[in-house]
């Protein structure tokens, strides 16, 4: 049973570029969540995906913006980047979005430098 | 909002003692409560999880209790391992399944 995988490992963008980074749930899930984890910090809440729609968001400007599709795979697009932006970037896979207490899974991450 | 604090590290400890990370949290509903852990390198890994008061949640010698008086949900583990060096993430889920994690407690575990 594949786990939460995603795509690219690395990514080195330059200031005011875009990217798009993907993500596939583990197998039976049907709700997505990325979150931006700096240098030696947490993981932060960009926003969550369930039926395609985004359902919660965390305090990120418009610049992140985000996709699920009806294979339950997601997207998450940064417009504008900025030196701040580079971090690890993580998805996160769980079952039944809107109930509280199941554990998310996550992915490797995939790394983001900006230059 | 919610939020959660853990202490900050790094913690270094010889092979076979005792491991307290001390986890609080603020919340407005009824959270959810877990500990993750992250190996170099990797991602999160769930390593233990308490979905009520009261409840200790407990995997590879670790636990960790959901005390809602004291707001607290501190992990603990008898003897430490030098395969045990991570860095641990407590971390709350809100009604909605929205998770708010705490700033990580690096563990080093010296032979």
């Known amino acids: 049973d594949a786990g939460v995988t995603q795509s690219p490992t690395h990514l080195i963008k330059t200031r005011g570029q875009q990217v798009t980074l993907r993500c596939s749930p583990k197998s039976g899930h049907d709700t997505v969540s990325w979150y931006q984890q700096a240098l030696g910090q947490g993981p932060q809440f960009i926003f969550q995906?369930?039926?395609?729609?985004?359902?919660q968001r965390g305090n990120f400007p418009d610049r992140f913006s985000g996709h699920q599709f009806p294979n339950y795979s997601s997207e998450l697009n940064v417009n504008a980047l900025l030196l701040g932006d580079s971090a690890l970037y993580l998805c996160?896979?769980?079952?039944?979005?809107?109930?509280?207490?199941?554990?998310?899974?996550f992915g490797p991450g995939t790394r983001l430098t900006v230059l | 909002g919610d939020s959660v604090t853990q202490m900050e590290g790094p913690v270094t400890l010889s092979e076979e003692a005792f491991l307290t990370i001390n986890c609080t949290y603020t919340?407005?509903?009824?959270?959810?409560l877990f500990w993750y852990v992250q190996y170099p390198g990797e991602g999160l890994q769930l390593l233990l999880k308490a979905t009520k008061a009261d409840d200790k949640g407990s995997n590879k010698g670790f636990e960790a209790t959901y005390r809602k008086e004291t707001t607290s949900f501190h992990l603990e583990k008898g003897s430490v391992q030098v395969s045990d060096s991570a860095v641990y993430f407590c971390?709350?889920?809100?009604?909605?399944?929205?998770?708010?994690f705490g700033s990580g407690t690096k563990l080093n575990v010296k032979p």
């Open positions: 971390a709350l889920s809100d009604n909605f399944n929205k998770f708010y």
């Open positions: 995906y369930y039926e395609e729609e985004e359902r």
């Open positions: 919340a407005t509903g009824y959270p959810s």
């Open positions: 996160a896979s769980s079952l039944v979005g809107w109930q509280g207490g199941h554990e998310q899974f």
